[in-house]
């Protein structure tokens, strides 16, 4: 009879006829030695696991979303051949449920004094660093039948970065702020404080803009055209207390905070004027200051990559406290908070006032789109009546954003899609207007 497996490697040996074979303690026992004896020479032919050298390289850092390679270079210094399986080990979230498996486990043949190279793709499904657990190697024998396996602390960290998902919008902004710096033909007489040129007066013109000295040299009446202010100073807070942690479809509103922000910051650094971030709960959790617009974006997503939410109840005086002395002359005070009625009512307003008697102050805030969608329910009790709580709490967003407006802060309430284009739009709509 054929066989197959142990069996056919035995019979080869010369340990178990081929055939019919019937069992007797002479037989049982001379099966057991030889078995015993094969795998004690598989064991033996076994590469060492212990002194094999392990080596990393690859990517350190990684937007969300995107792929990260990490090479592993294993290297044999032992007179045997390696034949191992290896599985690199990283947490979890360093890719999509139900892919790991072919992800970190990896099958390689090192030749006696050389290296071999394995490399893991890593898809991280959140933000922060990654950081590597330990490689475990098994080593076979040349027949299979025994292994030797042992662990190795082999350091490495991925940096998952924020998206940027909201980078798409930068080119129409760009457009627009050149409109708005004269750049192109459409005429735009805005309020800034630069003087740029003079042009002969129009009906509708505002008659301070008149420059009478320039009108007495000639026959007619001149007025000073201005362009947005260059220069100015913007401070980004983020709320990174509990309201932060609340999430909007799949992730949580600091999230799309992150984006606005980063959208908001590149498009401030072109128009020339200086940006700096804060975060802050109920200490300093990042603080981005003082970066030359070249080293502005891959400072703020450096520093944002490893914020998370924190489950305490933001210091708003604390926080008020701190944006002061970090922004000490007058600014555009961003603050990337919830507009929840509670939070704001108890919170915001006690110390609004420190903040706009100094900076103009906008606030963002991210809407949750589940909310707007529950106002249309119709057609059942229960539709009804999510209808009215949504209802109700869209009326309550509101009077607290008409509260904050009352105090001259200008305010973008918009859904994680919406959020960064709207809050550039409203940077846009300052500068035109001269509030900088």
């Excluded at 490399?119 to 490689?135: K, M, N, Q, S």
């Excluded at 990174?240 to 992150?258: E, Q």
């Excluded at 119709?378 to 709490?393: I, K, L, P, T, W």
Aim: proline share 6%.
């Amino acid at each position: 009879m054929a066989l197959t497996g142990r069996a056919a490697l035995l019979a080869a040996l010369g340990t178990l006829p081929v055939g019919i074979w019937e069992p007797s303690w002479t037989g049982i026992l001379a099966v057991n030695g030889s078995l015993a004896l094969a795998c004690a020479c598989d064991f033996a032919l076994a590469a060492p696991v212990r002194r094999l050298g392990l080596s990393r390289s690859g990517d350190t850092s990684v937007r969300l979303g995107e792929a990260a390679d990490v090479t592993l270079t294993v290297t044999n210094p032992s007179s045997r051949p390696l034949r191992a399986r290896l599985r690199d080990a990283w947490p979890p979230s360093s890719w999509q449920p139900g892919t790991e498996t072919p992800a970190f486990r990896h099958h390689l043949t090192v030749p006696p004094g050389e290296r071999r190279r394995v490399t893991t793709r890593l898809r991280p499904t959140r933000r922060g660093d990654r950081h590597a657990d330990r490689v475990t190697i098994r080593s076979y024998g040349p027949l299979g039948l025994f292994s030797r396996q042992g662990a190795h602390t082999v350091n490495w960290t991925v940096r998952v970065l924020p998206p940027f998902a909201s980078r798409k919008h930068l080119p129409s902004k760009l457009a627009r702020l050149r409109e708005l710096d004269g750049r192109t033909s459409v005429l735009i007489r805005g309020e800034g404080t630069e003087f740029d040129s003079l042009r002969e007066y129009v009906p509708g013109d505002d008659t301070r803009s008149i420059d009478w000295r320039a009108t007495a040299r000639q026959s007619t009446v001149a007025v000073r055209t201005w362009r947005p202010e260059r220069d100015r100073h913007i401070l980004l807070v983020l709320d990174t207390g509990r309201t932060s942690a609340g999430r909007v479809g799949d992730a949580p509103r600091l999230d799309a905070c992150m984006d606005a922000a980063l959208l908001l910051a590149a498009l401030a650094s072109r128009a020339g004027d200086r940006v700096d971030m804060l975060a802050y709960d109920r200490r300093v959790r990042a603080l981005v200051q003082g970066r030359a617009a070249r080293d502005l974006l891959p400072s703020l997503v450096d520093a944002m990559a490893t914020l998370e939410p924190e489950l305490v109840e933001t210091d708003s005086r604390g926080l008020a406290a701190t944006a002061l002395r970090t922004a000490p002359r007058r600014s555009l005070l961003v603050l990337l908070t919830s507009l929840d009625a509670a939070p704001v009512e108890e919170g915001l307003l006690p110390v609004l006032s420190r903040l706009t008697q100094r900076h103009t102050v906008l606030l963002a805030s991210v809407a949750d789109p589940h909310v707007a969608a529950m106002a249309t329910a119709r057609g059942s009790a229960d539709a009804v009546y999510e209808a009215a709580a949504a209802a109700q709490a869209q009326a309550e967003r509101t009077r607290t954003a008409e509260q904050l407006q009352r105090h001259g802060v200008t305010v973008v309430d918009a859904t994680p899609e919406d959020l960064a284009p709207a809050l550039a739009d409203a940077y846009l709509a300052l500068k035109a207007a001269g509030r900088l």
